[in-house]
């Protein structure tokens, strides 16, 4: 895609549960203009199929800029106790920044993606 931007981050799972999952993010130079932040997530199963019918759960998540942070998601208002198997987590990831933050020759491409996460639960 033309309308790509690299934003540095490198997302690993630490720890998976049916009740939630633990994530590590590395962040590290990249292009985007202010703070990153992990705003929404959703979960999919091994048929490729999305188990909140449609909707992103509210998170709230933010990323240090230029080294490793960790997040804990617990889904468990939202989707119970998962069965064993596996799964793929969906990150939606925003770049939060003022306009003022933008030079005036930079091309901003993209506010926020998405990312993924594949996981197994024993």
Known sequence: RLD?????LTFELIEASNCGITVSC??????????LEVTGYTIYDSDGDQLNDGEV?????????????????????????????NYRLY???????????RHPLMDNFRDWYVFDLAFTIP
């Open 4 to 8: 790509t931007e690299n934003w540095g």
């Open 26 to 35: 590395t962040q590290s130079g990249g292009q985007q203009i202010g703070q």
């Open 57 to 85: 759960t509210a998170y709230d998540a933010e990323i240090l800029m230029d080294g490793t942070s960790q997040f804990t998601i617990n889904w468990t208002d939202v989707y119970g106790s998962l069965p064993s198997g």
């Open 91 to 101: 990150l939606w990831v925003n770049d939060n920044f003022d306009e003022s933050q």
